[in-house]
């Protein structure tokens, strides 16, 4: 039999892996849009080639078919409301789901990086010295503010609130700690029902 | 046999003893049985040590709390029953996480043990629960579901007072509000000045009426006028007849009388008042009803429940003087319900009324239009003098003007002699036209000017939208 269009693209199947939350509306909620967005940028901060991690992550895992190339990447992530050229369509479940997947496989690969920033975080804190004295620590923090400010539109609200040093550094560390629950063996799950919590019905 | 299965990560070891409830001698049958479960963290010297209830309590504890660390979103506590096993988790200030397992002893009292978590330390027990959970060979029966915590579920962000805050900042502000505004009075309505423009508008005509007791009656313009409300038009409609000749002829007017109350009859049909209700009214040839004026404050009040209103003939151009003969009838409306009508004005002679009335429209009509189209025979043009004119019309203008507001500027050009009379007038605009009655220059009007050759000078005078008055010669200033 003659086909005049190609065969429809099946959805990959490890999307199946996460369930379809009841949402009362189609399309991701702001929190997680901002969420997944914020996770990626802090996996950026983490790891020198971040942007092309997540697009070679995206290959391995067979997300082709849903990232399609940088550009389609970096529509995704516009869809989080506080970025200066921000997206007015929602993200999709189908795309949100490829994003959390490349955030744990990415998270995964920083395991021993994020577990050693964890750690000299505490001692730090413990001690009370300031975040400086952990050269590693303090470059993440560096290139998450930087990125951070160079992409967040500042005259909206969600950004005006981290508009000192020490609030910026005290997201990337709440985010780094994320990214470390969305290492472990469940993260996947783990971090999709997160996604959504006090989202559904 | 006893079977034992150990999770081992850097910061926490889960050591779980058990057996096999189908095939004891099987070494490769799944544990089903839970004997033991130890809880170990390096560096912290007690492990914690309980059954299946302390794994199950501990698996969804953790589970939610890894949950609540990741979305940031926290969830109602659910109260414990108070009997069984608690294991509860819980922020500290320093980033660490407080892990408190309090289960019940047989005296009643709760033991609790306490361990303060590091975030890896957290992960690593999550971590090993994760891996317990996934093996398939250690109690396969055990399962947890990850599902987002449902709307209802989550503890609002904010405490309630806070939440209730801008209600009652906004309800008070209202109530405040209220209770000022109650305070200030309700703007009165100048009524007195709603009517005043129309009834004014045809002022000119009525002062320059000359008086002639044999056909007209004494009019609106020396009276004060008793309609304030409800009947403008028909005051209006009454100063607009001052200049009509009135219908001598005794025949018509017996003609007209019965027509009138037949049509007033006919109008008013089984209505009844509650007093004699007495009106002027003015009929013309014809019958219409041309106009009509209360003769008492009851006829006054009751003057819409009359069919007066309705017979009325309403005049296309209501500035314009009315120029047919007509015949003015005292019109009683009886309590029991009887129409009587009786004429006003003893007819005269036709020959003196009609002469009369063409002297009355000549100068109706001479006044309508001021003399300024006639050059002035003596002009001033002195600067010294001028300025003294200016100065005068100025002044008798500003005492004898009333301060209204006006909707926009209206200029005149006024004619004033030197020795203080205004002779003339015309309005620079068609508004100014209107609202000619507005103005005190009618009232200051020389009904009966003096020779042509007295010392006079045109200004323009303007009264101002926002209340001035601006006065200067027509020609300006000379140099």
């Known amino acids: 039999m003659q086909v005049d269009s190609p065969p429809a693209a099946s959805k990959p199947l490890i999307l199946d892996a996460l369930r379809d939350p009841a949402l009362p509306k189609a399309g991701c909620p702001r929190r997680t849009q901002v969420d997944l967005d914020l996770l990626l940028l802090a996996i950026e901060a983490l790891d020198i080639g971040g942007s092309q991690a997540i697009l070679m992550a995206a290959q391995q895992l067979e997300l082709q078919g849903v990232v399609t190339g940088r550009v389609r990447l970096w529509l995704m992530r516009t869809t989080n409301p506080l970025r200066r050229n921000s997206q007015r369509r929602p993200l999709t479940l189908t795309e949100a789901k490829a994003l959390t997947l490349l955030i744990c496989h990415l998270a995964k690969r920083l395991t021993v990086l994020i577990r050693q920033l964890l750690l000299g975080y505490q001692q730090l804190s413990d001690r009370q010295l300031s975040l400086e004295h952990h050269f590693r620590l303090a470059d993440y923090l560096q290139r998450f503010r930087s990125h951070f400010r160079s992409r967040m539109n500042p005259r909206r609200a969600g950004v005006i609130v981290y508009d000192t040093d020490e609030k910026l550094d005290a997201l990337a560390v709440s985010l780094l700690q994320r990214l470390l629950f969305c290492t472990g063996t469940e993260g996947p799950q783990r971090l999709w029902a997160s996604l959504f919590d006090g989202e559904v019905v | ?479």
Not at chain 2, 213 to 228: H, I, K, M, V
Not at chain 2, 271 to 288: I, K, M, N
Not at chain 2, 445 to 461: C, I, K, S, Y
Request: aromatic letters at 4%; proline letters at 9%; one cysteine or more.
């Open chain 2, 1 to 479: 046999m006893t079977l034992r299965r150990q999770y081992t990560l850097p910061n926490c070891n889960l050591i779980l003893e058990g057996m096999s409830g189908e095939d004891a001698l099987n070494p490769q049958a799944p544990m089903t049985v839970l004997l033991n479960l130890e809880c170990q963290f390096p560096g912290i010297s007690d492990p914690l040590v309980g059954g299946r209830d302390f794994l199950e309590a501990l698996v969804s504890t953790v589970s939610r709390y890894a949950q609540y660390l990741l979305s940031g979103i926290p969830t109602k506590t659910k109260p414990g029953d108070g009997s069984g096993l608690d294991v509860t988790l819980a922020p500290t200030a320093d980033h660490r996480h407080q892990l408190v397992v309090s289960s019940p002893e047989k005296t009643g009292d709760h033991t609790s043990v306490t361990v303060t978590l590091t975030t890896v330390q957290l992960f690593d027990l999550m971590e090993a629960i994760d891996q317990l959970l996934a093996d398939g060979q250690t109690l396969p029966d055990l399962n947890l579901t990850l599902v987002s915590v449902p709307r209802r579920d989550t503890q609002p962000q904010e405490p309630l007072v806070q939440r209730a805050a801008p209600l009652a900042v906004g309800t008070s502000g209202l109530v405040a509000a209220a209770a000022v505004l109650f305070l200030v009075p309700n703007p009165e309505v100048d009524t007195a000045r709603l009517q005043r423009s129309p009834q004014t508008a045809s002022t000119p005509t009525d002062t320059s009426t000359p008086t002639d007791a044999s056909t007209e009656p004494p009019r609106a313009d020396g009276e004060p006028n008793p309609t304030p409300v409800g009947a403008p038009e028909a005051a209006a409609s009454l100063a607009r007849l001052a200049a009509a000749p009135a219908i001598a002829d005794a025949d018509t007017l017996a003609q007209l009388q019965t027509q009138l109350v037949a049509d007033l009859q006919a109008a008013v049909g089984d209505d009844t008042f509650e007093t004699d209700l007495v009106y002027q009214v003015v009929v013309s040839a014809t019958g219409d009803i041309l106009g009509y004026r209360a003769e008492s404050d009851p006829a006054l009040l009751n003057v819409d429940a009359t069919p007066l209103p309705t017979l009325t003939y309403l005049p296309v151009d209501p500035d314009a003087a009315v120029e047919e003969p007509v015949a003015q009838f005292r019109v009683t409306l009886g309590a029991d319900g009887t129409i009587t009508a009786e004429p006003l004005a003893t007819p005269s002679a036709p020959d003196t009324a009609s002469a009369a009335a063409s002297t009355d429209d000549e100068a109706a009509a001479a006044v309508d239009a001021p003399p300024l189209s006639a050059a002035i025979a003596d002009e001033v043009e002195d600067g010294d003098r001028l300025r003294a004119m200016n100065r005068d019309l100025y002044a008798t203008l500003r005492d004898s003007r009333d301060r209204g507001t006006l909707e926009e500027d209206l200029v005149y050009r006024v004619r004033w002699t030197e020795a203080g009379e205004l002779v003339g007038f015309e309005p620079d605009s068609n508004t100014a036209a209107d609202q000619v009655g507005t103005t005190p220059l009618p009232d200051l009007l020389e009904t009966n000017p003096g020779t042509a050759d007295t010392p006079q000078a045109d200004f323009r005078v303007v009264f101002g939208a926002d209340g001035v008055l601006e006065v200067s010669p027509w020609k300006g200033f000379p140099r």
